[in-house]
């Protein structure tokens, strides 16, 4: 009898968790559409907008910018070793060109701002909604979806493609360095391989894609995850630890069903 009374629980348990869920999505969704509704009501968007850029963009470049070297001039070195035993070392710079415009660059970069500016947005979100800032806002007539949650969305979305860009130039780069400038391969040799061989639609543009729809994920989960916190210090903390734990998870998953559609794998 008390196998029977378990099994019930845990069904009842994942039926309430599947619930949640369900009513999670739905809260997100709806709060997307006003984002979107809002954006489209509002000029004063598009200002705040840019002035969140630097907050978002511009004070991430450095982590970008440093992490890009050196995971750049690590490919670099163990692509060269790797392919010294095979007499290619020619194609280095394809190789490291195509690893990084297709996927380290998209996959680590989005990684990062989630680190970075993810827990940022989330915890800002949730300090704001604690202190009542946001009800205020209801309070005098000042729509706060339009005010601080929209502009946060788009700059962050914004920021996303540049500095994955960003990241792909300085570790391309960076294998350059490493390569040539250390183990003294033909500069020419590296930079007609990467010409030849990286296409501008299927590897820059997809890259792009990736990276728009990495930022969506990341910011669109770290701004529902502050409007949706418990007003508790806790409650911050929980809700920041969901913004990087599911935006990662996201993340990772999302770049194998893209990789897959846009190379014809699948």
Not at 65 to 70: D, R
Not at 183 to 204: A, C, M, P, Y
Request: glycine share 8%; hydrophobic share 55%; charged share 15%.
């Amino acid at each position: 009898m008390k196998k029977v009374v378990l099994i019930f629980n845990s069904i009842e348990l994942l039926g309430l968790k599947f619930l949640s869920l369900i009513f999670s999505i739905g809260k997100a969704g709806i709060l997307l559409s006003d984002i979107v509704f809002s954006t489209m009501k509002s000029k004063k968007c598009i200002n705040h907008t840019f002035r969140h850029v630097y907050f978002i963009g511009v004070l991430s470049l450095g982590i970008i910018i440093v992490s890009a070297l050196f995971i750049g001039m690590v490919v670099g070195l163990q692509g060269y070793f790797i392919l010294q035993k095979f007499g290619a070392e020619e194609i280095i710079g394809q190789m490291t060109s195509l690893t990084i415009i297709r996927e380290l660059g998209p996959v680590i970069s989005a990684l990062l701002f989630t680190g970075r500016t993810g827990a940022s947005l989330t915890a800002e979100i949730c300090l704001m909604k604690n202190t009542e800032q946001l009800l205020a806002m209801e309070m005098m007539g000042v729509d706060p979806i339009r005010l601080v949650i929209a502009p946060r969305f788009w700059a962050g979305l914004f920021s996303m493609v540049l500095l994955s860009l960003i990241f792909i130039l300085v570790a391309i780069f960076g294998s350059y360095l490493s390569t040539v400038c250390w183990l003294n391969l033909d500069s020419d040799i590296f930079w007609s391989s990467v010409r030849e061989n990286v296409d501008l639609k299927l590897d820059v543009f997809n890259s792009i894609i990736k990276s728009f729809f990495f930022g969506f994920i990341i910011v669109w989960v770290a701004l529902f995850q502050g409007v949706s916190s418990k007003p508790t210090a806790e409650g911050i903390a929980v809700s920041t630890t969901h913004t990087v734990v599911y935006s990662s998870f996201l993340i990772l998953g999302l770049n194998f069903f893209l990789t897959s559609i846009m190379f014809k794998w699948i």
